[in-house]
């Protein structure tokens, strides 16, 4: 059994800045695919970034490329996302999820492909 623990949420202004942390638990998290995904208010949740087993092969939607940086430090069983030039849009609980399957595209898009989730964190951005 894996937990995934994140922290990093909160209120920011458009073009702010946050980076989330997802803290994993288990010694087995170095094989796993990680991904991030969000849950909009009054929408279903929706992939956001992902990320493979060495950290060789990221995957972002289109909304966030340019702006959000996923990474992972293995020895340290976290994944990261920066996210930078934050826009109202983004608002959302955000969910860090692990793949045991290590999952690539496009099955990495599909939450259902997912194995562990976090309990996530709200990302409120002000205009």
């Known amino acids: 059994q894996v937990q995934l623990v994140e922290s990093g949420g909160g209120l920011v202004q458009t073009g702010g800045s946050l980076r989330l942390s997802c803290a994993a638990s288990g010694r087995t998290f170095s094989s796993y695919a990680m991904g991030w995904f969000r849950q909009p208010p009054g929408k279903e949740r929706e992939f956001v970034a992902a990320i493979n087993w060495s950290g060789g092969s990221t995957y972002y939607v289109d909304s966030v490329k340019g702006r959000f940086t996923i990474s992972r430090e293995n020895a340290k069983n976290t994944v990261y996302l920066q996210m930078n030039s934050l826009k109202p849009e983004d608002t959302a609980v955000y969910y860090c999820?692990?793949?045991?399957?290590?999952?690539?595209?496009?099955?990495?898009?599909?939450?259902?492909?997912?194995?562990?989730w976090g309990q996530g964190t709200q990302v409120t951005v002000s205009s």
């Open positions: 999820a692990a793949d045991r399957g290590n999952r690539g595209y496009p099955r990495v898009l599909n939450p259902y492909e997912y194995d562990y």
